[in-house]
């Protein structure tokens, strides 16, 4: 689990932890998966990925990291998927590479010479698109960036609702933020935040935070 969170006054909500003065919530049994990582999530992410929502997604990320990065930048996409960003950031003109846990999706990625190990050393920037919410511990991932990190991941005006919303996914999201707690999260694990962009809710997606965050001193870990 997230050191951080785990720091946190939490109260139990069925499923749920509410941190409530912290704007972060997570599952409360932390071994229950309901999902697993592999072709036919795989075939969800293609799916998905071929829709007009998503190219908007994918530019509004790629213009994200263009105005932080300069033109040729190296940057890894961890949970990249289809690699639909690692191409789209490439016609960009970023040096991208991509690393996932699917099998399927590594296989694809290194036959497109695309595949990079999870060593985030040596990278302009390392990217999190719809990630951290689904690992068990999200902190570790972004301890161990050096440098830029950009991020998106459901945000909520409300604790209190996580039901109520379609990114409300017991076993696969592990993690609820607010933008405040979000940022406030990224804070303590030694970044700050450069820029928090809604462009992917203005595209068509539910609620969907995209952030910038730059590392402001050495991780305490």
């Known amino acids: 689990m997230d050191s951080v969170i785990a720091s946190l006054p939490a109260t139990a909500d069925g499923d749920l932890m509410l941190c409530l003065g912290a704007g972060v919530a997570y599952q409360r049994d932390r071994a229950y998966r309901s999902v697993s990582y592999d072709a036919a999530y795989l075939a969800k992410v293609d799916a998905y990925e071929d829709t007009p929502i998503a190219r908007a997604v994918v530019a509004g990320r790629c213009e994200l990291l263009q105005r932080h990065l300069p033109a040729g930048a190296s940057v890894l996409d961890i949970g990249a998927g289809s690699g639909a960003f690692v191409r789209a950031a490439m016609a960009t003109g970023f040096a991208a590479m991509g690393y996932d846990v699917i099998p399927e999706a590594v296989a694809r990625l290194r036959a497109a010479g695309l595949y990079a ?75 700050r935040l450069l820029e928090w962009s809604p462009h992917e809710t203005d595209a068509g997606r539910d609620s969907i935070g995209a952030f910038a965050l730059v590392r402001a001193r050495p991780t305490a870990r």
């Open 117 to 191: 190990d999870r060593d985030p050393v040596g990278y302009a920037a390392v990217t999190l698109w719809d990630t951290l919410e689904h690992m068990d511990d999200p902190g570790a991932a972004l301890d161990a960036i050096p440098s830029l990190a950009f991020v998106s991941l459901p945000v909520f005006a409300s604790l209190s609702r996580i039901r109520e919303s379609r990114h409300y996914r017991p076993g696969e999201h592990l993690y609820y933020f607010t933008v405040a707690g979000f940022v406030a999260w990224a804070v303590r694990h030694s970044f």
